[in-house]
């Protein structure tokens, strides 16, 4: 029987999906969003289609996101909803609708 006060093994090098797991639990496809975007470590080819990803460099990642002030990227954390900046394109404040039957 496991010990549950025991942290589970993570080998240094992982799996996308067990990667995923170890990153809090997300999905490979959040994982290989977080890669696309730059923001996660790309995973590496070992050997024919054998992808792994490296215990140092999701713990560097993780720990990048455990530093980042709340305001690192206002841009980002301000963005307005695209049904309301479309509307503020029409003209249009909020709650206004236009009817199709005109």
């Known amino acids: ?27 490979v496809t959040t994982l290989r969003r977080e890669v696309a975007e730059g923001n996660a470590p790309k995973p590496h080819h070992i050997s024919g289609r054998r992808v792994v990803c490296f215990i140092e460099e999701l713990d560097a990642w993780m720990d990048r996101i455990k530093g980042q002030a709340v305001s ?31």
């Open 1 to 27: 029987m496991k010990d549950a006060s025991q942290p589970p093994y993570w080998p240094r090098a992982m799996s996308e999906e067990l990667a995923a797991a170890y990153a809090g639990g997300i999905s």
């Open 72 to 102: 690192a990227h206002p841009e980002k954390k301000q963005k307005t909803n695209s049904w309301a900046a479309a509307a503020v394109a029409a003209g249009k404040t909020s709650g206004q609708r236009r009817s199709t039957l005109r």
